[in-house]
């Protein structure tokens, strides 16, 4: 995926100043940075839920800037968002379910005739199947509303991975988690690159977390990137340090 | 021509005060309120019953009050859920459409459906001037027009009721942490929007007459105005003139059966050509120019 | 025993079109108030379509009903969807007025207020229905075929889908899926089902005016739903129960015809605010139009 020279402005502020950005596949980036830097504007844009004012976004070679929202989903752009979207009145299971691609009893005429019928044992398995991948397998009947914040992260991620997504775009995958979930989630998302060959880029405000899975770390300050290297060589930059501090 | 011209202006000066009210109750409670329509055929119709027994002044005075105060309960309800500060456009939209038809059928049963005049000597033409003539009644929904303007303008930015109107509008989370009292400044607004549109009403009831239904359609344009007018007074009453122009204009041409259908045609337009316009109430912003 | 078929008869052709809105309302949680339009589109097709000579004309004029009735759908479910609740509402309410107006003027086609006469039962090849005993199971079938559609519609992930884009459209977005064309297929849906019973409702009556296109009648579907109970697949039914029985009731006991109307109106306007109030999510309703039970 890449950007080139985003910009997004919000009733006068520079949401997003000229941000260009390349990320490359099979890499873990943190995008880091302090409350209102741009960061989740950057990803509304790059998902299609925010038209830029000016500059194009690349999707595997492909511009995808004038694309909907959900065309770019289904090339593979896989998202959570910062305020926990989850369908509560469904079951973790139906809401992975919900997420899996070309179903065929999704149209009116699909449903009438059924034609959904004959994959149901299938589409179920693999909606279990991507369930107990994210380690929630136990949760799969009951409603998504109630469950623990943690599982409920855990699930978008499912959601994410059951739409087939190459590329994951998530917005505080473990803030407000219990530790030990922490760690599960930590330990899928390094599972995810390693064995799916998943691209993931976080939104953290976790330094730990950052330092312990990122390959790369990107950091934002009103809307531009003030630094972009390993997780080592942003910890000493000063210019991150001041950002954070002012 | 300049009496098409004068009785265009007139015309939209009887709609002004009830897209006036529609507009400040669907800022302040973000719900469009059919409530109005009932208040605009209620209270004339009090007014007519009440002057069988006492003069105009009195029977008015008491026709309001009985309005304000049936429904006053209705709106303390309409406050405090506007007030908790949840999303309850959808439940209050319905509930004020099963109060306007709760009210046109009543006052269907009451009074009848044939139409009712209030005072026929109001409308002979007693103005006359080089550029067209006009009658009492007509001269005072000028004025009550004008009036309802100047209040609501007074009242929206330059007092602190006003000001709480604001707040509300861009952002009820945000003033109810604040402080700022909502119910109640919820309750002065639909109150003053009560009033300006039962004035509305009785006027409209002393031009022309009282039927059980005139209020819907007369809400209905207000809802086009509003919309189309966006968050400042000064688009609502622009849209205001321009929609009564028009639809006068297309009445003079093609004849009256259309008039209803040129400003929903005009609003539909709208929404086509510019979507972002008619969802500009949900925007933060004061509304004041 | 003719009236309680008569009461019966329009029972169903309520109870389904109230089951077509309640896809709209309870299950993707648009509240439109232009399903009288269809209703009337299937009414006039029906109605003028059987004047004429064509053979096969009743079936016939089913089929053209709904494809009339689709077409506005597209039209009207094109414009409308782009806007959220209360807009979304009010575009459709223009539209019912906009039609109306139309129905009530072009008298070149549609006869204005005067409305068409005489419409002829039901021919299906050598069949003809005539008798209340017909219409009545005619109409009972109709009803029962709409619950099923809808049952079948609702229990698919197709059904799954629109109650996940009633609570949350983003979320379904974000899940690569096109809901602005799944909107505007349910709503097309829904006009179909609304078509066919106006054509049924025509053939019935023998008689309609545009007073079927009002906006009253659209509020009627609407009230249907709600009080009945949104997103539960019975609630139209028993709203429609409710709704079309009790005014009915009340004549038996006296009530004189002048204000039976208006009677039946004041009852649907005092259940709708007692609903709204009291109990928003109607009699057996899953979803509540409040958004702090909403989904």
């Given amino acids: 995926m890449t950007t080139v020279a985003l910009k997004k402005h919000f009733d006068g502020t520079k949401a997003v100043d000229s941000v260009s950005l390349s990320i490359f596949g099979r890499t873990i980036v943190s995008l880091i940075g302090p409350n209102g830097a741009g960061k989740t504007t950057l990803f509304n844009v790059v998902t299609g839920f925010l038209p830029p004012d000016i500059g194009r976004v690349f999707f595997e070679g492909r511009d995808v800037t004038h694309m909907a929202a959900f065309r770019r989903a289904r090339l593979g752009m896989g998202r959570t968002f910062q305020e926990m979207r989850l369908i509560r009145r469904l079951s973790a299971l139906e809401n992975v379910w919900l997420a899996l691609p070309n179903q065929r009893g999704e149209t009116v005429i699909g449903a009438l005739l059924g034609l959904h019928e004959r994959e149901e044992k299938r589409r179920r398995a693999e909606a279990m199947r991507w369930l107990e991948y994210v380690g929630i397998a136990e949760t799969a009947n009951q409603l998504a509303g109630e469950l623990s914040y943690g599982q409920q992260k855990l699930l978008t991620v499912g959601c994410c991975l059951g739409m087939g997504a190459k590329l994951l775009l998530l917005d505080e995958p473990v803030a407000g988690v219990n530790p030990a979930l922490v760690d599960r989630t930590l330990e899928l998302l390094e599972r995810l690159r390693h064995e799916e060959g998943k691209t993931i880029v976080l939104i953290e405000h976790n330094m730990d977390a950052v330092m312990r899975i990122s390959d790369r770390v990107v950091a934002m300050d009103e809307g531009r990137i003030i630094a972009d290297g390993t997780p080592e060589e942003v910890r000493e930059s000063a210019a991150v340090i001041e950002a954070y501090l002012s | ?289 | 025993m003719t009236y309680l078929c008569h009461i019966l008869i329009i029972l169903n052709i309520y109870a389904s079109l109230g089951i077509a809105l309640n896809l709209l309302v309870g299950y993707t949680g648009l509240l439109s108030l232009s399903q009288a339009v269809f209703l009337g589109v299937g009414a006039y097709s029906t109605a003028l379509m059987t004047h004429s000579s064509i053979p096969c004309s009743w079936p016939l004029s089913i089929l053209v009903g709904i494809g009339i009735s689709s077409i506005m759908a597209l039209i009207i479910g094109a414009i409308s969807l782009r806007f959220r609740d209360d807009l979304f509402a009010i575009a459709t309410f223009s539209f019912q007025v906009i039609i109306y107006n139309l129905m009530q003027n072009l008298t070149g086609i549609t006869e204005g207020p005067l409305g068409i006469s005489g419409i002829p039962s039901p021919r299906i090849g050598c069949v003809v229905l005539t008798s209340y005993w017909a219409f009545l199971v005619l109409s009972l079938v109709f009803a029962i075929v709409s619950i099923y559609i809808a049952r079948r519609a609702v229990l698919a992930p197709y059904g799954r889908l629109l109650r996940a884009i009633r609570e949350d459209e983003i979320s379904v977005t974000a899940m690569a899926k096109n809901t602005a064309t799944l909107r505007v297929s349910t709503f097309v849906f829904a006009s179909m089902i609304s078509s066919i019973a106006g054509s049924l409702y025509a053939s019935y009556l023998t008689y309609i005016d545009p007073s079927i296109f009002t906006v009253q009648e659209s509020i009627f579907i609407l009230a249907i739903v709600i009080i009945g109970g949104p997103g539960r697949l019975w609630g139209p039914v028993l709203g429609a129960a409710l709704l079309v029985s009790l005014p009915e009731g009340l004549r038996l006991l006296g009530l004189p015809s002048s204000v039976a109307a208006n009677t039946r109106q004041i009852l649907y306007g005092a259940a709708l605010v007692g609903c709204m109030i009291w109990r928003p999510q109607g009699l057996v309703g899953k979803y509540s139009l409040r958004s702090d039970e909403r989904g």
């Avoid at chain 2, 309001?64 to 949840?86: D, E, H, K, N």
């Avoid at chain 2, 269907?108 to 006359?128: A, K, N, T, W």
């Avoid at chain 2, 009403?201 to 809802?223: C, E, K, N, R, Y």
């Avoid at chain 2, 622009?238 to 008039?259: E, S």
């Fill in chain 2, 1 to 289: 021509m300049t009496q098409m011209i004068l009785n265009a202006c007139l015309d939209a000066c009887a709609i002004l005060p009830v897209a006036l009210d529609v507009w400040l109750v669907y800022r302040v409670c973000r719900f469009f309120p059919f409530t109005t329509s009932a208040v605009f055929t209620l209270v004339p119709y009090l007014v007519c019953s009440f002057s069988f027994v006492l003069g105009s002044g009195a029977s008015t005075l008491l026709a309001f009050s009985l309005a304000l105060t049936l429904l006053f309960p209705i709106g303390w309800y309409i406050a405090s859920r506007v007030a908790s500060c949840q999303e309850a456009s959808l439940q209050l939209f319905l509930l004020s459409l099963g109060i306007l038809v709760l009210t046109q059928n009543s006052l269907s049963i009451v009074y009848g459906s044939q139409p009712i005049p209030l005072d026929m000597s109001m409308r002979e033409s007693l103005f006359h001037f080089p550029f067209g003539s006009f009658g009492l009644s007509r001269a005072l929904i000028f004025l009550w027009g004008m009036m309802s303007l100047a209040l609501i303008s007074l009242l929206h930015c330059k007092t602190s009721l006003g000001k709480r109107w604001q707040a509300i509008a861009s952002d009820p989370e945000l003033s109810k942490i604040v402080g700022v009292s909502i119910k109640g400044a919820i309750a002065a607004a639909l109150a003053t929007g009560a009033i300006l549109t039962g004035g509305a009403g009785i006027l409209q009831g002393l031009d022309t007459a009282l039927t059980p239904h005139m209020g819907l359609s007369v809400f209905m344009q207000s809802v086009v105005v509003v919309v189309i007018g966006g968050r400042r007074i000064s688009g609502v009453v622009g849209v205001c003139f321009a929609m009564v122009f028009l639809q006068d204009l297309i009445a003079y041409m093609i004849g009256t059966q259309w008039h209803e259908m040129v400003a929903f045609s005009l609003l539909l337009l709208y929404m086509v050509v510019y979507p972002r316009g008619a969802r500009s109430h949900t925007s933060s912003f004061i509304g004041c120019q």
